[in-house]
T-cell receptor, first 114, second 113 residues
Framework: AQSVTQLDSQVPVFEEAPVELRCNYSSSVSVYLFWYVQYPNQGLQLLLKYLSGSTLVKGINGFEAEFNKSQTSFHLRKPSVHISDTAEYFC????????????FGQGTRLTINP | EAGVAQSPRYKIIEKRQSVAFWCNPI?????LYWYQQILGQGPKLLIQFQNNGVVDDSQLPKDRFSAERLKGVDSTLKIQPAKLEDSAVYLC???????????FGPGTRLTVT
């Protein structure tokens, strides 16, 4: 079975500072990797995904993530955050084979302080 | 393009009562998912439909939860009877097919008192 661990439940940062949200996964087989964002009272929105190819993946809103197979990590980064980035961020995995069944981490709440 | 619609947005019921949630996926999407998101946790898949057939319901508590997608479009999720631990946000998502990106609705927040 697959599992996802988001190492920080809350991350406070100042506006325009860089941020990294950490995600580690466990799986005996190859997986796809995703980051979703959830703004207050809204559903989840896909930020970016890693399916294959380059290990550095660029997504929407200036976010990027790097897949590290040896460390089974998929950390999310942004060089300069804005107030509007305040949200909950979820890392997820799904198997390469079969239907896309997402397994989510517990989430990281990103708070941007002015 | 209209997104995934869910109703109601909020619901408060007492334990042992029944409740139903409705989801209208994006037009043309064959695959529909229901997730349960308990406060402080990530979403957990309850059930996945492909058209009007069930693909995966392994994590659905079938003694109290049921779901249907009769015409392969709209879906309803029912809880009967509700327990306190059912308090959560219930998210519906849809995708064009089983291996495609999932698009999420805004969710229904259920509070069981």
């Amino acid at each position: 079975a697959q599992s996802v661990t988001q190492l920080d439940s809350q991350v406070p940062v100042f506006e325009e500072a860089p941020v990294e949200l950490r995600c580690n996964y466990s799986s005996s087989v190859s997986v796809y990797l995703f980051w979703y964002v959830q703004y207050p009272n809204q559903g989840l929105q896909l930020l970016l995904k890693y399916l294959s190819g380059s290990t550095l993946v660029k997504g929407i809103n200036g976010f990027e993530a790097e897949f590290n197979k040896s460390q089974t990590s998929f950390h999310l980064r942004k060089p300069s955050v804005h107030i509007s980035d305040t949200a909950e961020y979820f890392c997820a995995v799904s198997l390469l084979q079969g239907a896309q069944k997402l397994v989510f981490g517990q989430g990281t709440r990103l708070t941007i302080n002015p | 393009e209209a997104g995934v619609a869910q109703s109601p947005r909020y619901k408060i019921i007492e334990k042992r009562q029944s409740v139903a949630f409705w989801c209208n996926p994006i037009s043309g999407h064959a695959t529909l998912y229901w997730y349960q998101q308990i406060l402080g946790q990530g979403p957990k898949l309850l059930i996945q439909f492909q058209n009007n057939g069930v693909v995966d319901d392994s994590q659905l508590p079938k003694d109290r939860f049921s779901a249907e997608r009769l015409k392969g479009v709209d879906s309803t999720l029912k809880i009967q009877p509700a327990k306190l631990e059912d308090s959560a946000v219930y998210l519906c998502a849809s995708s064009p097919d089983v291996k495609d990106e999932q698009y999420f609705g805004p969710g229904t927040r259920l509070t069981v008192t």
